[in-house]
């Protein structure tokens, strides 16, 4: 889901988990390594003051209702911070609610309980256009669907992204990041004139463009070439890290997260997920 677009349907968002296929929220119309987590599902997943948290979740807790009326918890957050400029891996198995915890954090799904702090802002306190209108401007997202305007070339989409989060159009950084992921020569390519795997670059750098204080990170480097998924991933770091930015990416390669000093697995703090061998 890009901020470029709202969602549609009742609970809205990006569906990337099998949790979150399509289901009505409860109370809707529609109704560092491997090993080295935080504090674990006892006591949430953080490391840092919490007043220089860009993302700070308390007692979040999400639901579905099924087809046949029965409520199905997809996160029971007690805790979870990501400090600023902070660069965290997200791993955890299909289903456990990756994609809902990125919906939540960036405001596109509300929780139904709980705080959801967001570069010092609780998002629960805010309308949605409110919510709306902070996503553009202090959250960058790289979802599993790209979300580019057909009708607009590659530069013409990174230049609305920036917009959008209220900043001048700066053709010159546009072009600069463009060439940074290899598509230098694609500025003037619209999104059907190009493989998925630009695209998902065009996506990259429309993200980034912006400077936001949080960066979220759906698989991004899932639909690139061999020879393009190191480049994107050192993209999105250097970029981050020059300008303060927060990163949380998730991915289910162990290449990849080999790579954060962080690495937090979703099932040690949400709740919501049963342990292992068990059905949900």
Do not use: W
């Given at each position: 889901?890009?901020?470029?677009?709202?969602?549609?349907?009742?609970?809205?968002?990006?569906?990337?988990?099998?949790d979150?296929?399509?289901?009505?929220?409860?109370?809707?119309?529609?109704?560092?390594?491997?090993?080295?987590?935080?504090?674990?599902?006892?006591?949430?997943?953080?490391?840092?003051?919490?007043?220089?948290?860009a993302?700070?979740?308390?007692?979040?807790?999400?639901?579905?209702?099924?087809?046949?009326?029965?409520?199905?918890?997809?996160?029971d957050?007690?805790?979870?911070?990501?400090?600023?400029?902070?660069?965290?891996?997200?791993?955890?198995?299909?289903?456990c609610?990756?994609t809902?915890?990125?919906?939540?954090?960036?405001?596109?799904?509300?929780?139904?309980?709980?705080?959801?702090?967001?570069?010092?802002?609780?998002?629960?306190?805010?309308?949605?256009?409110?919510?709306?209108?902070f996503?553009a401007?202090?959250?960058?997202m790289?979802?599993?669907?790209?979300?580019?305007?057909?009708?607009?070339?590659?530069?013409?989409?990174?230049?609305?992204?920036?917009?959008?989060?209220?900043?001048?159009?700066?053709?010159r950084?546009?072009?600069?990041?463009?060439?940074?992921?290899?598509?230098?020569?694609?500025?003037?390519?619209?999104?059907?004139?190009?493989?998925?795997?630009?695209?998902?670059?065009?996506?990259?750098?429309?993200?980034?463009?912006?400077?936001?204080?949080?960066?979220?990170?759906?698989?991004?480097?899932?639909?690139?070439?061999?020879?393009?998924?190191?480049?994107?991933?050192?993209?999105?770091?250097?970029?981050?890290?020059?300008?303060?930015?927060a990163?949380?990416?998730?991915?289910?390669?162990?290449?990849?997260?080999?790579?954060?000093?962080?690495?937090?697995?979703?099932?040690?703090?949400?709740?919501?997920?049963?342990?292992?061998?068990?059905?949900?």
């Amino acid at each position: 889901m890009s901020e470029m677009q709202k969602p549609s349907g009742g609970a809205g968002g990006v569906r990337g988990d099998s949790d979150d296929a399509g289901r009505p929220a409860v109370g809707s119309s529609a109704a560092s390594r491997p090993g080295s987590q935080g504090e674990g599902a006892a006591g949430g997943a953080g490391r840092g003051d919490p007043s220089s948290a860009a993302v700070e979740l308390r007692g979040v807790r999400k639901a579905y209702v099924e087809p046949d009326g029965s409520v199905l918890p997809v996160l029971d957050i007690e805790r979870f911070v990501l400090a600023r400029g902070e660069q965290v891996v997200l791993l955890g198995a299909s289903g456990c609610g990756k994609t809902t915890l990125l919906n939540v954090i960036s405001g596109i799904t509300s929780a139904d309980a709980g705080q959801v702090r967001v570069d010092g802002v609780d998002l629960a306190r805010l309308p949605e256009a409110a919510r709306d209108r902070f996503r553009a401007d202090r959250i960058g997202m790289v979802f599993q669907t790209f979300n580019l305007l057909p009708a607009f070339t590659a530069l013409e989409n990174v230049l609305l992204g920036m917009s959008f989060s209220g900043r001048r159009a700066d053709v010159r950084e546009a072009r600069r990041l463009l060439e940074r992921v290899g598509l230098g020569r694609r500025l003037e390519h619209r999104p059907g004139q190009l493989s998925v795997g630009e695209q998902q670059r065009v996506a990259v750098a429309r993200a980034l463009v912006k400077r936001p204080a949080v960066l979220l990170a759906d698989e991004p480097t899932a639909s690139v070439d061999v020879a393009n998924q190191q480049r994107i991933l050192d993209l999105l770091r250097d970029v981050c890290r020059e300008h303060d930015v927060a990163l949380l990416l998730v991915t289910h390669s162990p290449e990849v997260a080999a790579q954060f000093e962080r690495v937090e697995r979703l099932e040690s703090f949400n709740r919501a997920v049963a342990p292992a061998g068990a059905t949900r």
